[in-house]
């Protein structure tokens, strides 16, 4: 089986960040004995190879011409942006009117409104552009897409995710399917952490108020002075955060570390701590914090959306609304070894359920049907 998938953004050499979740993937499917080819619109065209996947860079007005017709066509965040050579409408455009069968993995932010996530709105110019672009310009031919595409199907990482583009969108998804993203649990292995049982690690982007910072350094607040944490990320809320740790007066308790880390790494960061603490507004599901899940961390996240799909609240992992819930849950959780044990190796039997192999087993198989539409 051939695979095309199409995506907004891709790893390089320069930036191993771009989309990783699509290459890891990719890399797996390829693995298990799928013909992979990744395109992505572009002002101009190149290709390259990224770790043995071939990836095609061109302007999308070409790219129908350029996929072979007999592959299936998998849609990973191919975004749409008015006006420009890497638009993903004119491609979604010759879906619809060839009624090309495709499959699409909806990771959220190609069917949500710039609505949706209020606490990024700042009042600003730039703020009410971005609202007209998404809410007024790309949601309406998303909507036009789904409605028309009807030779698609669609897979969500969580139901919460399904329901969400359902509310965005207004409309129904019939021809649905909840696979979540695999954890590798090859490179994240179970460790004892217990020793590190009141160290907590953050790993977050700082540039994107959903992640919900300040939640994550009030959770420390709340917290008996023997714990520390470490948020390891950048952006242009770092300067902010800073100061609100400063006032706080957490200053030998809590650090930013400016830095990224590859799989690999973060596996052996993991072993420092004992605690991965994963505030948020929304989420679809929470890649990062699984893999903490699996290398024996004990998992601390806000009951909201997906959440409750991925963790049972002191039995998997730690669950709470306000800061003060969460952090008097992680104290009743690691104030005995034992209990921060059962805990966690119950959160790694958990997250075995979607380790990337059975979890893109059952990509593949969607991907098939897909494949027998082609082939009529």
């Not at 395109?39 to 061109?58: A, C, R």
């Not at 969108?169 to 009141?198: A, C, M, W």
């Not at 540039?207 to 520390?228: A, R």
């Not at 994963?278 to 009951?303: H, N, P």
């Amino acid at each position: 089986m051939k695979v095309s998938v199409i995506t907004s953004r891709y790893p390089t050499k320069q930036n191993i960040y771009n989309h990783m979740f699509v290459h890891v993937r990719c890399l797996e499917m390829a693995k298990l004995g799928v013909e992979v080819e990744v395109y992505v619109p572009d002002q101009t065209s190149s290709t390259y190879i990224y770790e043995g996947i071939k990836v095609q860079k061109m302007p999308s007005i070409q790219m129908s011409e350029k996929i072979d017709k007999r592959s299936v066509i998998y849609f990973h965040l191919l975004n749409i942006y008015p006006f420009e050579k890497k638009d993903g409408w004119p491609i979604y455009k010759d879906i619809i009117k060839h009624k090309v069968p495709f499959v699409m993995y909806v990771h959220g932010n190609e069917v949500q409104k710039y609505s949706a996530r209020k606490y990024e709105f700042n009042f600003r110019i730039s703020d009410f552009l971005k609202w007209v672009k998404k809410d007024i310009m790309v949601i309406p031919k998303m909507q036009k897409f789904v409605v028309e595409g009807t030779q698609g199907t669609f897979i969500f990482p969580s139901i919460w995710m399904k329901e969400e583009m359902e509310r965005n969108l207004n409309l129904v998804i019939e021809n649905g399917h909840i696979i979540p993203n695999g954890i590798d649990t090859n490179i994240f292995q179970y460790n004892d952490l217990s020793k590190n049982r009141r160290k907590l690690i953050a790993i977050r982007s700082l540039s994107q108020k959903v992640y919900d910072i300040e939640k994550t350094i009030d959770v420390l607040e709340c917290l008996p002075v023997e714990f520390t944490l470490d948020i390891y990320g950048k952006g242009i809320y770092k300067k902010k955060y800073n100061q609100l740790i400063h006032k706080k007066g957490l200053e030998d308790r809590v650090k930013i570390i400016p830095e990224f880390f590859e799989k690999k790494q973060m596996n052996t960061l993991f072993k420092n701590y004992g605690i991965f603490i994963s505030t948020t507004r929304m989420d679809s599901q929470g890649i990062t914090m699984m893999e903490g899940m699996a290398a024996g961390l004990l998992v601390a996240t806000t009951d909201n959306s997906s959440k409750r799909e991925f963790i049972t609240d002191g039995e998997t992992g730690v669950l709470g609304i306000e800061a003060e819930d969460i952090a008097e849950k992680i104290i009743k959780a690691v104030e005995n070894p034992n209990n921060f044990l059962r805990i966690t190796r119950n959160g790694r039997e958990k997250v075995e359920e979607i380790n990337l192999e059975k979890v893109t087993l059952k990509e593949i198989a969607v991907l098939k049907q897909g494949r027998d539409l082609v082939n009529k």
